[in-house]
């Protein structure tokens, strides 16, 4: 089932979400639909609090080459954990929940995840450039944490002017953007 993905400005997107206590029948079902709206989308990364559920949950698929074809790499992390982290990339990002903003954010490189799969089972995940910035994007997603939030005031008053002139159907030229990301991570 594809669910909505909360937008710019709701206040639900700002709160720290909580520790998922076990991983039932339920937390699968919102990772099937979370992956499914996520594809929809499409994204290559959506939290939990995007969608309305204040629970440490969120999925990736940056994808994966097998030869010339690039093919699905699904990911599920509950109650995430970042376990270690090095050198710094910048990489421009969009976000699902903050419609045409695309900003440069710094991020560690290269990152060690430690999280429960969708199966309750305790893994590691190392990620590099793309997944690294996506379960780094996420995460910031379950603690309230949005890409608005690196934005300076003048920018982010000026993002905020742009929703309410799109909501009002007025056409904007201005872009509140600093290039092109490959993905909307999520």
Same mark, same amino acid.
């Given at each position: 089932m594809i669910l909505d993905i909360l937008k710019y400005p709701n206040p639900l997107l700002k709160k720290k979400s909580l520790p998922v206590g076990s991983v039932d029948a339920e937390i699968r079902r919102l990772v099937n639909n979370m992956f499914e709206t996520m594809y929809a989308a499409p994204g290559v990364g959506l939290a939990a609090p995007q969608v309305g559920i204040l629970q440490r949950v969120l999925v990736v698929d940056v994808g994966r080459l097998e030869g010339e074809t690039r093919k699905r790499d699904p990911k599920v992390l509950i109650n995430p954990r $970042? $376990? @270690?982290? +090095? %050198?710094?990339?910048?990489? +421009? %990002?969009?976000? $699902? @929940?903050l419609p045409q903003l695309i900003v440069p954010v710094e991020r560690s490189k290269k990152i060690v995840v430690e999280a429960l799969d969708q199966h309750g089972q305790l893994k590691k995940w190392s990620g590099e450039d793309l997944l690294a910035v996506a379960f780094q994007h996420e995460m910031d997603h379950l603690d309230g944490i949005l890409l608005v939030d690196r934005l300076s005031r003048l920018k982010r008053d000026l993002y905020k002017k742009r929703l309410e002139k799109l909501a009002r159907g007025e056409k904007v030229e201005e872009e509140i953007a600093h290039g092109k990301g490959p993905a909307y991570i999520g």
């Open positions: $970042l $376990l @270690s982290r +090095e %050198e710094k990339i910048v990489w +421009e %990002e969009g976000c $699902l @929940s």
